[in-house]
């Protein structure tokens, strides 16, 4: 499985965008799907998953203010933030992988180069 995200942006406090991950390669439908974010000098961390069975799962931190959804027809997976806030700003990346479908960064086996989002204050 190969992933691109792309959808980044530059935005304003307060405002919205919407990331987007497209993935080629089969079986796009069983897999654990999550976005993982990464700020300058910090580790990645985990944001959101949307499992193979549709169940989702948020950090405390994005929790209310974003959400993800996937669609296996088209082999795509979306995360679409609002209410951004300048600690949001990060390296979005996103993730595939067959078991577990959590936050650890272990849970998942294939990884797509990230897309910049910045919020200014």
């Known amino acids: 499985v190969q992933l691109q995200a792309s959808g980044g942006g530059l935005v304003q406090a307060g405002g919205s965008l919407r990331p987007s991950c497209a993935a080629s390669?089969?079986?796009?439908?069983?897999?654990?799907l999550a976005w993982f974010r990464q700020a300058p000098g910090k580790e990645p961390e985990f944001v959101a998953v949307i499992r193979s069975g549709g169940s989702t799962y948020f950090s405390e931190a994005v929790k209310d203010r974003f959400t993800i959804s996937r669609d296996n027809a088209k082999n795509t997976v979306d995360l679409q933030m609002s209410s951004l806030k300048p600690e949001d700003t990060a390296v979005y990346s996103c993730?595939?992988?067959?078991?577990?479908?959590?936050?650890?960064?272990?849970?998942?086996?294939?990884w797509g180069h990230g897309t910049q989002v910045t919020v200014s204050s």
């Open positions: 390669g089969s079986s796009f439908s069983v897999y654990n």
């Open positions: 993730t595939a992988g067959r078991f577990y479908g959590g936050r650890s960064y272990y849970d998942y086996t294939y």
